[in-house]
């Protein structure tokens, strides 16, 4: 009965640019734009949304063997149950609620420059431990990613610009995998991302 589940999240729903778009990537698709809705509106619906959306681009990724991506939409789904429980009870340093702020480039140089030096180091277990078409590109989104999901539940408003360059870079990567349909929502997540900044600046 798995199985037969599992032919039929695959099978193409319809085809795009020569590129057969199947119901996982599709309803996968839908969550996540409600899940960048949320996000803006500083709604917390937003985290079991892209629990279930992170779960469906696992199974996407791996199929295609893309496994960094894989592997990163397992730590969403891990992130997606913390970021929840900081919207909820998180705190500040000085005991606060969380609310939108301004983390500062004073801030976010050292958890830059660690997710730059994290970049090659993925880049190389790809291309010499996995058969990953794409090793490079498939890094690079992995670990910034990892860096927007930690500024979001920490409701640092500097999580918009980072997704801006995740999103850009995984356009290419979606692109030369063929994904078109997971290609549209990232590249509709860029101007969504920059809604989302100016929203949580006037926040």
């Given at each position: ?154 409701k640092y ?24 349909l997971t ?21």
């Amino acid at each position: 009965m798995l199985a037969a589940l599992w032919a039929a999240l695959l099978a193409p729903a319809f085809t795009a640019f020569g590129s057969p778009i199947t119901w996982l990537e599709l309803a996968a698709f839908v969550l996540s734009v409600w899940m960048v809705v949320c996000n803006m509106r500083v709604n917390p619906l937003a985290w079991p949304l892209a629990l279930i959306a992170s779960l469906m681009y696992f199974a996407l990724f791996l199929d295609g063997k893309l496994y960094g991506e894989a592997a990163l939409q397992l730590v969403f789904a891990a992130l997606a149950v913390w970021g929840w429980w900081q919207w909820r009870f998180g705190r500040t340093r000085e005991g606060d609620v969380l609310t939108v702020r301004r983390l500062g480039l004073q801030g976010l140089a050292k958890p830059a420059l660690l997710t730059l030096a994290a970049w090659p180091l993925l880049g190389v277990f790809l291309a010499r431990f996995t058969d990953s078409p794409l090793p490079w590109w498939d890094a690079f989104p992995t670990v910034a990613s990892l860096l927007g999901q930690w500024l979001l539940a920490r409701k640092y408003e500097e999580n918009w610009p980072t997704w801006i360059v995740v999103n850009t870079v995984s356009v290419v990567l979606f692109g030369l995998k063929g994904y078109w349909l997971t290609v549209i929502l990232y590249a509709g997540f860029i101007p969504m991302s920059v809604v989302g900044w100016r929203a949580w600046q006037r926040a």
